[in-house]
């Protein structure tokens, strides 16, 4: 079956592979940034006084009055819910759902913006006199300084009828197809959609102080600190972990909730495929929480905005201390980090235990992930396999040992042996990808993707077998001087040893029988690459300067790469997330991410003539190799000329 690449599950993702390791020099504190479906908050350094979530985008409010909208642009397409309507200034509060958002301005006017099929964002006259704001999926909610509730949009289940009398509210709240609206006598009425009891108030039905919604369940927060859930249960969202004191505010996500206690800390309960639950580190110091579908928000004292959860499953949340890492691959929607120390860093989807690294978490020396399962390559020459293993893929073959790198499919796994042969397990059905092609010697390298493989031979050839259907085997001629290989879903690269780049596949133009995202498309100049990595229908290359070049499908972000896009060491590319470990840049001797008069000085220190003899007396050699720019073991004024062109000054 083929799959709309707007489903969210799909496939699997591509593990970008380098043959030659990190492809590039590493002089680095081994940072890895990560890219794609995100709803991490990009915005998160300060001045935020409010926060609200959607689907899969975020909101936040800063101190002047302006919104930042964040994530992933909607499910399954853009419909606008991030582009924030001009002027963005004198909101003082948001909401947002499925496809749509709505700000509320200082005047009592509400702004709408995104998807609109269900006339969601057509406020009704007159737009004037409203003190608050809700977002179900396809209606709006608007609470008027009267007391009285404005609703307007989808209404297949009623969820806009407000029922009679309509006064004396105080709050407001929107879930699926139905709604919430709490009284000043501390009582909550419902309406709309009941098919889960998400409308039927437990008795008794007082002292209510806060509301939430979430997509079939409701939630109350009792003056006593106390929550009350109702509703779908079906994963836990209604059972209020003990003890059940001390709240102070409640927010509901899909079929998950979240309570902020009186001290600062966040309790979270229901489902948790994609972490959502899982609090993040420090859990202090919050004022307020927000739930998407499948993520959280919480809002700290000092304005910042914490975010966890579904971006896609976390994928690009790389766990704290972000660095150290020589080595990074994607899978479908987890990713492994591979520490200096030889310790493994797994995070993203959990689903398969594909994150649980098996102990001892030491002596590893590479990494691979396919679907929902692992690999860590040990010293010794023996595979680690974990997570996902319906088909085997994680039951290496005996002798576990000799084995010199790993790479990972779809549902199929290959190991590489010292002495050049090839190893496949796992799925072999219907495409043969375990089926290592004869004569099975002098290999260096392989990679997997979906469901076939790209292999590389000592003599620079490629030998490719497995599915087929798009072209991803047909090698290009002349097979010949390749040094690196990548394989996506249906689209393989090939890195030669001029630099350049040859793509064949899926997305090649002209070829038919699959969507063309221009995955196959190298950008020009296409010169002076080092490495190369592919994901399910997108491409990523590193270039010798340490930038980045991405190409494909980018509906999800993936291609666009954070600025400052330079000093990269390796990449590697998931189904809808990209992967870059750091370095430092050029010329920094003192590893403080600039180049100054500190750097001048340690570098002054070591300059040693042109003579090609190491540091000179009185250099510290760390120093000395950071200060070598042309690898020419002295420091003479080749160097001084290129430091003077890297001088940054601080930063």
Known sequence: MRLNPGMKVCGWAIVGLLTAGTARPQDGD???????????AVNTSADFVAVAGGYYHSLGLKTDGSVVAWGCGGYPVDYGQCDVPTPNTDFVAVAGDWAHSLGLKSDGSIVAWGGNWNSQCDVPAPNTDFVAVAAGTGHSLGLKTDASIVAWGLNDNGQCDVPAPNADFVALAAGRSFSLGLKTDGSIVAWGDNFDGQCDVPAPNADFVAIAAGSFHSLGLKADGWIVGWGSNSNGQCNVPAPNTDFVAVAAGAAHSLGLKADGSIVAWGYNRYGQCSMPAQNTGFVAVAAGYDHSLGLKTDGSIVAWGDNWYGQCDVPAPNTDFVSVVAGLAHSLGLKADGSIVAWGSNSSTQCNVPAPNANFVAVAAGYGHSFGLKADGSIVAWGWNNYGQCNVPAPNTDFVAVAAGSDHSLGLKADSSIVAWGSNYPYGQCNVPVPNTDFVAVTAGTQHNLTLKANGSIVAWGRNDDGQCNVPAPNT????????????????????????GAGLPGQSGYPHYGQCDVPTPNTNFVAVAAGYWHSLALKGDGSIVAWGWNDDGQCNVPAPNMDFVAIAAGSYHSLGIKGYPRGDLDHDRDIDLDDLALFADCMAGPDGTGPPTGCDPIYFGRGDLDDDEDIDLAEFALFQTLFTGPR
């Open 30 to 40: 081994g940072l890895i940034v990560g890219w794609g479906r995100e709803v991490v």
């Open 481 to 504: 001087n390749f040094v690196a290989v990548a394989a996506g879903d249906g689209h393989s690269l090939g890195l030669k040893a001029n630099g350049s780049i040859v793509a064949w």
